[in-house]
């Protein structure tokens, strides 16, 4: 049995789930040729198979298709990743992440009050709330301006779009979004690096630390700092951008769950994780095998792109009942168990930022704004690996 795949068709985009579920039942290992050959992994135990033994299958050739060498955390595998990847744990450590909680409430109470007060009632949700939150924070962590965040808001999509992009073919939208993010970024690194070393007052952020931190006396190269700021950029917004779309759109489509997380925001927390696992923000990423491997009776050669589907995963019949309901009364415990932030040695360094921020903003989109409807046609992000909105049109009246 096969199943027509294809990582960049349209009925993929717009039916992730029902391609999960045909691969998931007729083709748990397929392959699949579009944009180039790759394998496509499906279920829950095969993809936690995939992401947990990382000296099998390695990120080497980055999470993407193409195979590039090189870069940070998520494109290299161990030793080099766990020195990248405690030079920022101390920036993500849920306490560290806590004590950013009243700026970010201030935050996002001042981007909802904006969007409140657009004139006719009425935006574009991922435009006005969904994109300015993370951004916003990406901003006071790599300390640029935040006025500069129109800029990034340009960029960050069309980087995030290189994941699913062919070697030598990535698409001149994105070849151009990463140069002007490298000729805005180096020299912002480099002044930066400058003010360390005259032994000034640097201020006290992720940048600082990247520039300053110290493994086995060496430190990280210029070069390694700006992958870090190219790769946190785009993970930690655009990702995160798409959660509160996705968490945003699920309540605007079902009164009665607007109406319960009204009556008891207590819920929020379940309904954001809710989110998280029946529409993952990154359906899936790409591994590389080191060796040869047999996995459901199909032979993966050594040296495979292989793509593990966290999105499948958690719609997975063998371990979520009812997967594709939003359902509140999932265990908080069992539910946090879905592989939205991945699994293993790469799991999501951001997922308590992403949280925290997911939270505060369905929070107060709900306080503010309860009578929250949809106006208009929806448009799905387009880069492949990725579900949710780029646009999101509501209104509200009084
Ligand atoms: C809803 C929002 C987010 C989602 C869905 C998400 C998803 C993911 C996933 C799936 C991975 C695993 C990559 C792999 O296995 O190759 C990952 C890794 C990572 N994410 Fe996130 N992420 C989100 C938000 C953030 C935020 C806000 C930040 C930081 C500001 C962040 C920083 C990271 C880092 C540093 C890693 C790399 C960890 C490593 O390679 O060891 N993410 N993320």
């Known amino acids: 049995m096969s199943v027509d795949f294809s ?105 909802v009050s904006q969007f409140a007060a657009t004139e006719g009632n009425a935006g574009d949700l991922i435009r006005g709330v969904g994109m300015p939150i993370p951004l916003t924070i990406m901003c006071w962590l790599l300390g640029t301006p935040v006025s500069d965040i129109e800029k990034f ?12 992009a062919v070697d030598g ?39 600082t630390r990247l520039l300053t931190v110290e493994r086995d006396g060496q430190k990280l190269t210029q070069e390694d700092v700006m992958g870090f700021c190219q790769f946190l950029m785009v993970a930690g917004s655009a990702t995160t951008t798409l959660l509160i779309g996705n968490v945003m759109s699920r309540i605007i489509d079902d009164p009665a ?44 050669p050594v040296d495979s792109k292989v793509l593990a589907l966290f999105g499948s995963a958690n719609l997975d019949p063998n371990v979520w009942e009812n997967p594709e309901e939003f359902s509140l009364e999932r265990d908080p415990v069992q539910l946090r168990k879905h592989f939205a932030f991945g699994v293993g040695i790469h799991y999501c360094l951001g997922a308590p930022l992403a949280r925290m921020e997911a939270q505060l903003a369905v929070q107060e989109m709900l306080a503010r704004l309860p009578n929250l409807q949809s106006n208009g046609e929806r448009q799905l992000v387009k880069a492949a690996v990725l579900k949710g909105f780029e646009v999101l049109p509501v209104k509200w009246g009084n």
């Open 153 to 164: 808001r340009q960029w960050v999509l069309p980087m995030a779009e290189a994941v699913s």
């Open 7 to 111: 990582l960049d068709s349209h009925d993929f985009q717009e039916r992730p789930a029902e391609y999960f579920e045909q691969l998931r039942g007729q083709c748990p290992v397929a392959h699949a040729d579009l944009p180039a050959p790759f394998f496509v992994v499906s279920q829950n135990a095969d993809v936690a198979a995939v992401l947990r033994d990382s000296d099998v299958w390695k990120s080497k050739f980055g999470p993407g298709l193409a195979y590039h060498g090189g870069g940070v955390l998520v494109s290299v595998d161990p030793p080099k990743h766990t020195t990248d990847r405690l030079a920022i744990t101390k920036i993500f450590k849920p306490s560290a992440i806590e004590e950013m909680r009243g700026d970010i409430e201030v935050l996002v109470k001042d981007v």
């Open 257 to 300: 769950l607007a109406a319960r997380l009204i009556a008891d925001p207590s819920l929020i927390e379940i309904a954001v994780e809710e989110s998280l696992r029946i529409d993952a923000p990154v359906h899936g990423l790409f591994r590389t095998n080191d060796e040869p491997v047999c996995m459901q009776g199909v032979d993966i």
């Open 169 to 207: 073919r990535m698409g001149d939208v994105t070849a151009q979004a990463y140069k002007s993010f490298g000729e805005y970024f180096w020299p912002h690194v480099k002044t930066r690096a400058a003010l360390i070393e005259s032994g000034e007052d640097a201020p006290d952020d992720l940048l």
